[in-house]
């Protein structure tokens, strides 16, 4: 059996196991003890993305596992295939536990890329900002919504609060309508940003990064702000 991350020296009373799609499952819970780490950094701003799992104002890039686009193309082959086998028939039945399992496969390596990247993050900043992706309103946006899904956005969220919880980091949650993405991290000019610009090129300063980093840099920016708590440089 492996686990998406090393479990605690513990005792447990009980457990569930259970299946899905083929696959085993074992769920049991135990008491955490304090699990604080020294922080290696004060603010860190996370610009959660689409192609790039994580962008952070530190420079460090989460991308997304070659694995998972490969999970995926074999999923979307299998959901065409589909369409070809009689409704009732054995293959049928056949090919949609294969879907179920090429679906659970794409989510295990998507969950397990995400979990990865927000313990890091957790463990080694004192105070986190990302966007907060709660806000019921953005679903409304359906272009939008389908990629919020995509990207697991939620997921990613939901984990940086109770890891953050665990590793004594504070969350602040960045309004959506923060506009990170147009303002210049450097001087604080805005400016329209396309969603195929990819480079933040600023039209006062000149300052010229990355889109997802000058995102970032401006997420840490409103955790300064919203939450001075540190006594830092920067
Ligand atoms: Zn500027």
Redesign the pocket.
Known sequence: MSTYEGLPHTTTKSFTLSQKAGDWYISFSYEIESEITEKQHDYVGVDLGIKTLATLSTGVVFVNPKALKQAQSKLNRLQRQLQHKVKGSNRRNRQKLRIAKAHRRVTNIRLDATHKATSFICKNHAVVAIEDFNSSGMMHNHKLAAAVGDANFYEFSRQIEYKATRYGSKVVLVDRWYPSTQL?S??G?KQPMKLSDRVYS?Q??G?TTDRDLNAARNLRKYARMASPCLDVEG
Do not use: Q, R, T
């Open positions: 210049c450097n001087c000019f600023c006062e300063c300052y």
